[in-house]
């Protein structure tokens, strides 16, 4: 923990501390796994997305030192994986919103239960039926706009900072995880940063780009290949780029084998 330590004494506020990284991976295997793996599931609507969440829950497990929360400027290990799924959630007026989606001990879960799990939350949160989430918007749409960040702030240091619960205020307890995941591939985009966003106190986001056609070497010849982009934004003063490269090069192993 000593280089957490280094980092915090460093860094001052959310800013300054984002690193980032970006991995490359073959999908030709996990693609056909997936058609497979759905075939035999009697047509369960297999993704990417589901997938690389699946794989991001396991390889946090097997990773704990990625899996962490800061708390009154100390790091700590979560004792559950929680991955937030960032999702676009149509308005009123043709706004768009952004909404989460959050899965819990997903390492624990076969692929198909936790891909049926995104699909309901997912509709869920469009429709507006996630109670704990719609109550939350509607608490924060009272608060007058100067005041946003001052609230978020107090909600932040009760919750993470203390690790007091406020769900009798009928705010969420813990309600965006150790991890975000963003499908940044289903804007068209082959490659995304998602930014940290400081009153979550998420210390780590992950971006999936759209799974594209791309040349590679094999053996000195050119080869036709499937490829998608994973990128790490994180908080240097929760964890070290050594340990998200670990994590990165684990969950680029996971993906490029077929499933079992």
Wanted: with cysteine.
């Amino acid at each position: 923990m000593r280089a957490h330590r280094f980092g915090a004494g460093r860094f001052k506020d959310a800013r300054d501390p984002t690193c980032y990284l970006c991995t490359t991976v073959r999908m030709e295997a996990a693609l056909e796994a997936l058609e497979q793996r759905a075939a035999a599931s009697r047509g369960t609507r297999l993704t990417p997305t589901h997938l690389v969440a699946h794989v991001l829950s396991q390889a946090l497990k097997a990773a704990p030192d990625t899996n962490v929360v800061r708390r009154l400027g100390r790091v700590q290990r979560r004792a559950e994986v929680a991955v937030s799924l960032i999702v676009v959630q149509p308005g009123s007026g043709g706004r768009t919103d952004l909404t989460l989606v959050t899965l819990r001990n997903g390492d624990a879960k076969t692929l198909e239960t936790l891909a049926a799990e995104v699909e309901r939350g997912v509709q869920e949160a469009r429709d507006g039926r996630d109670a704990r989430m719609e109550r939350g918007k509607r608490r924060a749409a009272r608060v007058p706009g100067p005041l946003l960040g001052v609230a978020a702030w107090l909600v932040g240091a009760i919750q993470y900072g203390l690790n007091l619960s406020l769900t009798p205020l009928g705010l969420p307890r813990d309600p965006f995880g150790g991890v975000a995941l963003s499908n940044v591939g289903s804007l068209g985009l082959d490659r995304g940063f998602a930014p940290l966003v400081p009153h979550t106190h998420v210390p780590l986001v992950v971006a999936m780009g759209a799974v594209r056609p791309a040349a590679r070497v094999e053996q000195g010849a050119v080869v036709a290949a499937r490829v998608m982009d994973l990128t790490y934004t994180f908080d240097r003063r929760a964890m070290t780029e050594l340990e998200v490269g670990a994590l990165a090069e684990d969950i680029v192993r996971r993906l490029e084998r077929p499933l079992r």
